[in-house]
């Protein structure tokens, strides 16, 4: 089975960088994502990491030690509108297939 | 266009209804995939089709009957509902169900069983 670990929640300041962690244990590992969640709406997809190392795409970056079964996701310059659920996601190999599971989310809260 | 799009978005059905789910993508994706979200909890895996081929069934009940029609379509069939089915359920699609493929979310389906 996996193990996705994730802070429950995070409160960060309009304009300041915030770091979400995500720790995971499974076998099969074939690459993990990060999501977006706002309450009400479906995930939108942020990054996608299957090599160690930083991503970086505009405000969001994403790191991965496969080594050390770890994540996180950057988020600079923040706005109120990134108050959300960040979802981490493994994805690995099983018997059928290619299975994705969750963490159980970080909700966000960016104050003023 | 990373588009999935998904109907009805709102559904209200009774214990003895059937009814479908409707999923729909047109990026030449052949895997698909459909999730079950309760509120405050993450998504759960219930099905992955992946070339039209039922992958992964993540034991769930037979009252969910997932069908995929061709490579752009996937439908799932409600029948017999319970309450506690009730929930958000996403459908997702990847190029392939394979390392190096970003998965894509639709808007989702809210379900209430009454």
């Known amino acids: 089975g996996q193990n996705i670990d994730q802070p429950t929640e995070m409160t960060a300041t309009e304009g300041a960088i915030v770091q979400i962690n995500c720790t995971y244990q499974?076998?099969?590992?074939?690459?993990l994502f990060w999501y977006q969640q706002h309450a009400g709406e479906a995930p939108t997809f942020l990054s996608y990491n299957v090599l160690d190392g930083l991503e970086e795409k505009g405000r969001f970056s994403s790191f991965l030690s496969r080594s050390k079964g770890y994540s996180y996701l950057l988020l600079k310059e923040l706005q109120m509108k990134d108050s959300a659920s960040y979802l981490c996601a493994v994805r690995a190999v099983t018997g059928g297939g290619n299975k994705l599971t969750f963490g159980t989310g970080t909700q966000l809260k960016v104050e003023l | 266009d990373t588009e999935v799009t998904q109907t009805p978005k709102h559904l209200v059905m009774g214990m003895t209804n059937k009814k479908s789910l409707k999923c729909e993508q047109h990026?030449?994706?052949?895997?698909m995939y459909w999730y079950k979200q309760k509120a405050k909890k993450p998504p759960e895996l219930m099905f992955v089709?992946?070339?039209?081929?039922?992958?992964i069934n993540e034991s769930v009940p037979s009252r969910f009957s997932p069908e995929c029609p061709n490579s752009s379509l996937l439908n799932l069939h409600l029948h017999a509902l319970q309450p506690e089915d009730s929930a958000l359920y996403l459908c997702a699609s990847s190029f392939e169900d394979s390392s190096g493929n970003t998965i894509y979310f639709g808007e989702g389906s809210w379900l209430t069983v009454v």
């Open positions: 990026m030449g994706h052949r895997a």
């Open positions: 089709y992946s070339y039209e081929k039922l992958s």
């Open positions: 499974t076998s099969g590992f074939n690459g």
